[in-house]
């Protein structure tokens, strides 16, 4: 298949499954891509200093945010300079001689573990709020989720080829992850609100922590050494319930609409020239 067709990947179903993500399960995401050793190290030594999320966390929300509204809801042009702008962070982010293990962010096996961990999220989150996918549709909803990878330069025929595969795939990675002491207080300290000004991360802090660590399924809880208790699970059931019944009453479009805004500014910045990441 042709980096075109891949462009033309129809992911209009993908695209109305649009849901806050971002304001629930973002961070979770990340340390579930991050417990991949690779990854891991890829972003906490990352020489891309106005990419990183532990110093410009506003920027980087935006750009992340940007890509998977370009993913889910962009035309083939989009996709394309989208992809463009992140190939050029990415081709700086690559292991030396000192680097406890060897990484490249344009590696299609790295970009395959992202992309499944973005749409294990996204399954994750929809399946909360709409109900467990099933035969037809969650094959749909799979096969459209592909674009998580090929909006990179993940090639198609890497993503598993059925929703049965990727759970193959998905617990033979799951076996692999691996947090050490260097990454683990890295996102922990994203998970804590660590880099925001220590009034928003006293107030706003454990309540992230809670909620990052809550979404997290337990192999990467235990990979990451943090204690779980039935009370914190007490609390996350009671939050996810507020949650759900919150986005179940929200409009569709409303729901979108961040994402919507995401890719006008994505459009404005390509019209005038400005850098997408």
Known sequence: MSRAELDRIDSSFFAKSLLSMGRTMSTANVVMQLANPAVGYGVAHSKVENGRLDRHPIKRARTTAAYLAV?????????????????????????????PVEYNAMNPELQLWVAACL???????????????????????????KVCGTTLQMP???????????????????????????????????????????LIA???????????????PQEFRDA???????????????????????ERRTPLWLS?????????DVRLRCRLGRPLV
């Open 71 to 99: 993913a889910a809801m962009g035309t083939a042009d989009d996709r394309r300079r989208y992809r463009q702008a992140v190939n050029r962070q990415h081709a700086q982010v690559r292991s030396d001689d000192e680097s």
């Open 119 to 145: 749409y294990f999220g996204w399954e994750d989150i929809y399946e909360r709020v709409h109900g467990r996918l099933v035969g037809a549709e969650r094959e749909a909803f799979y096969q459209q989720g």
């Open 156 to 198: 198609a025929e890497l993503w598993p080829a059925d929703r049965s595969a990727f759970a193959a795939y998905w617990d033979e990675q799951v076996a692999k992850i691996e947090i050490d002491e260097e990454v683990r207080e890295f996102l922990i300290g994203i998970a804590n609100f660590g880099y925001a000004h220590p």
């Open 202 to 216: 006293k107030r706003f802090g454990p309540v992230k922590y809670r909620r990052t660590i809550g979404y997290l």
């Open 224 to 246: 990451l050494g943090v204690r779980w208790t039935d009370a914190d699970q007490a609390w996350f059931d009671d939050y996810l319930e507020h949650h759900v019944e919150r």
């Open 256 to 264: 979108q609409l961040p994402f919507r805004l995401l890719l006008w």
